[in-house]
């Protein structure tokens, strides 16, 4: 059974940085394509960034330019750096696998951001 398990959370003021990370267990994890993905208060969770197992990455337009996700084989983690944070990245965030086959979700890592 996969275990996804973030962490690298905080409160952090406007314009500050965070980096995430996503141990993953139980899966032949180089093989997978990964992403990240937050969910505000009171809104649906979305979609941040992706990374393919050839380390091919996307980002919502919201992030571009400002967050760099990235992975690691040998440690089965994923990474997200996120620099220039504004309030609206206050979530808390997830990693899973990409696509529409999902694992379940772990319990995520809150970024709140004070403007």
């Known amino acids: 059974q996969v275990q996804l398990v973030e962490s690298g959370g905080g409160l952090v003021q406007a314009g500050g940085s965070l980096r995430l990370s996503c141990a993953v267990s139980g899966s032949t994890f180089s093989i997978y394509a990964f992403g990240w993905y937050r969910q505000a208060p009171g809104k649906q969770r979305e979609f941040v960034a992706t990374?393919?197992?050839?380390?091919?990455?996307n980002y919502a337009d919201s992030v571009k330019g400002r967050f760099t996700i990235s992975r690691d084989n040998a440690k089965n983690t994923v990474y997200l750096q996120m620099n220039s944070l504004k309030a609206e990245d206050t979530a808390v965030y997830y990693c899973?696998?990409?696509?529409?086959?999902?694992?379940?979700w772990g319990q995520g890592t809150q970024v709140t951001v004070s403007s």
């Open positions: 899973n696998r990409a696509g529409l086959a999902t694992w379940s």
């Open positions: 990374i393919s197992s050839v380390s091919s990455t």
